[in-house]
């Protein structure tokens, strides 16, 4: 552990790790044209599509936990670049479905790639990507993103040092 961060919280740890990844990712994907929030966005729709669906905007906002308006913000920096094409839903015209277009997912399986190897430089000292201690890390993280989160919730009267 860096000095410094032995007595940090966990939820200042969580913090710097995310923006740590966040850093490192947008200068990895930046030679491709992409920031960090638009690969989250192509590399989930890449991976739905490679699943045969055709995600709604609001679809790929729930999964990737973006706010539909920011999606739909990216989604049309994106059109403009050419990496995806928006259309509407047949079925629900409100409904804005997305698709990768030939050049995005040339594009985005690149990102991935550069990504991945990111992942792998970050859970080396885990065991790397396929070690049990970094599968526990994963199951952890999942609980943790599964547990509900309310800043309002019935503690809020409860005083604590802040994370």
């Known amino acids: 552990m860096s000095k410094g961060t032995e007595q940090a919280s966990p ?17 990895a994907v930046a030679p491709l044209g992409l920031t960090h929030a638009q690969y989250a966005l192509v590399a989930s729709l890449y991976g739905m599509q490679r699943a045969g669906e055709r995600p709604s905007q609001r679809r790929l906002a729930d999964h990737t936990g973006l706010e539909p308006l920011y999606v739909s913000k990216l989604a049309r920096a994106l059109e403009a670049s050419g990496l995806l094409e928006r259309t509407r839903d047949p079925r629900d015209p409100r ?12 594009t985005t ?7 991945q190897g990111l992942l792998d430089q970050l859970l080396q000292p885990l065991g790397g990507l396929d070690s049990d201690r970094t599968r526990e890390f994963g199951r952890d993280l999942a ?8 800043p309002f919730g019935d503690d809020s009267d409860t005083k604590k040092e802040p994370s």
């Open 109 to 115: 399986g690149q990102a991935i790639g550069v990504v």
């Open 95 to 106: 409904a804005v479905q997305l698709a990768l277009t030939d050049r995005g997912r040339e």
């Open 11 to 27: 939820g200042f740890l969580v913090w710097r790790l995310s923006t740590k990844w966040r850093v490192a990712v947008d200068r």
């Open 143 to 150: 609980a943790l993103l599964d547990a509900p989160l309310d």
